[in-house]
């Protein structure tokens, strides 16, 4: 399906869009995000984490000719994950359990062409504006815009939320001089109700009531972002995970219908200790920087560094109990910086 909440004027782009895979695109003038207040307040109540570049690009995220003076107007555009189809399946790994987004290539390398190539047919119209294709990696609250575009709501899990399509897609943003006039959209109407399910699911009870996430107890967090290891009373929660976290949306009733229609792909939500599972995580213990670097080169995995995937193989080792891997882990008790996980993980496999 094909979410079209574009003007008249820009008509032109549907065929376009609809062939590049988009679910879900919209176009309205650029303003202070309706969340920004709420994001101030996270902010200044650190649930950020180590992320200190979230609070350094406040201002930008408040007025976006701060980021480009020609801002004037946003589109925001939703893809699916692609490991939805399982054709697009890249990902050299097969038994970690890895978040959903990330069984693929990186989606900021394929998602800004798609961007650009949308970019391409407006400046063939208007050739005199400006536009500039962002992904989540610039300073802009995406899922804000993408609500103002009718495009879904803000989940309890903080995700965006659509009716039909879920919340298993990636959003895009094109920002421009351009200045066509749109009707005002009526909000996507928030169907959470009642339901809890993403808040009770989360094994480190890291959704909060008022829909947002403490970082610094998000499995997500602590297996990309975080560059220190994670408190010792969290480790037992991350189970099986070795990179990101799918509980709070795999759980979420609106995601049921693109998760049974596409999928007899295996989530890996209760992985076993296989020998193919054995294998890849000796693999991030005993491989070089480069071999590992190399086998993840265009994969979202590379932005956990090698020293995090290292930490994240022995955090999987510590709570599967793999003993096969004793040696392995011993190995790293000697590094400065994989001391501590891997001298924690040895005693892990004695309990």
Partial sequence: MFLNHLPEDLSF??????????????????TTPLSYDKYVHWINNHNYGEMNYLKNHLSVKKDLTL?????????????????????????????????????D????????????????????????????????????LERDFAYQNRLGWIGKNSCLIHPKMGSLFLIG????SLEIASLPLEPVHDFCGKCRKCIEACPTQAIREDRTLTASKCISYWTIEAKKNAPEELRSSFSDHFFGCDICQTVCPWNKKALTDVFSYNLKQAVDVDPKLIEEL?????????EIKKKLHHTALSRAKVSGLRRNAMLVIANKKIT????????????????????????QLII
């Fill in 324 to 347: 096969e891997l004793r040696l392995e882990v011993e190995s790293w008790t000697k590094s400065e910086e994989l001391m501590e996980i891997a001298t924690w993980t040895l005693a």
């Fill in 282 to 290: 000796r693999f991030f213990l005993i491989a070089s920087s480069m």
């Fill in 173 to 176: 943003n094109i920002i421009s």
């Fill in 13 to 30: 782009l549907y065929q376009e869009i609809d062939a590049l895979g988009f679910t879900g695109a919209s176009y309205l003038k650029a």
């Fill in 67 to 103: 980021l480009r003076p020609e801002a004037k107007s946003i589109f925001s555009f939703t893809h699916p994950y692609r490991v939805l189809n399982k054709k697009q399946q890249q990902l050299p790994i097969e038994s970690l359990r890895i978040a959903l987004y990330a069984q």
């Fill in 105 to 140: 290539s990186d989606y900021h390398d394929w998602l800004i062409e798609k961007l650009n190539q949308v970019i391409n047919l407006l400046k063939s119209k208007f050739p005199h504006d400006f536009f500039l294709a962002t992904t989540d990696s610039f300073p802009i």
